[in-house]
Nanobody
Framework: QVQLVESGGGLVQPGGSLRLSCAAS????????MGWYRQAPGKQRELVAA???????NYADSVKGRFTISRDNARNTVYLQMNSLKPEDTAVYYC?????????????????WGQGTQVTVSS
């Protein structure tokens, strides 16, 4: 299977910046879409940003102009640069990726999630 490991969360003051990283590991054949979701206490998990293998991004309206998603296909890694952070951005951020991995008798699809990283925006 494919594992995703996130890093880069933490505590930051309003207006500050953080950069999240998520690396996929395993015998990966290809990764289609990589994305970031977040879940605040008492709320449903929501899409923050996603990016296709070709580099086309998609953002939630609440983060447009502040967050930038990018990926390094050679390293199977996706990044989320978060600027001008607000208290309402506080949440656990999860990485997601889907694609195909290699098995003994061919390829199989995967849709994997990371363990989550806490982002807290507070003064």
């Amino acid at each position: 299977q494919v594992q995703l490991v996130e890093s880069g969360g933490g505590l930051v003051q309003p207006g500050g910046s953080l950069r999240l990283s998520c690396a996929a590991s395993g015998i990966i054949f290809s990764i289609n879409v990589m994305g970031w979701y977040r879940q605040a206490p008492g709320k449903q998990r929501e899409l923050v940003a996603a990016i296709t293998r070709g580099g086309n991004p998609n953002y939630a309206d609440s983060v447009k102009g502040r967050f930038t998603i990018s990926r390094d296909n050679a390293r199977n890694t996706v990044y989320l640069q978060m600027n001008s952070l607000k208290p309402e951005d506080t949440a656990v951020y999860y990485c997601n990726a889907d694609g195909e991995y290699l098995r003994n008798y061919g390829r199989a699809s995967f849709d994997s999630w990371g363990q989550g990283t806490q982002v807290t925006v507070s003064s």
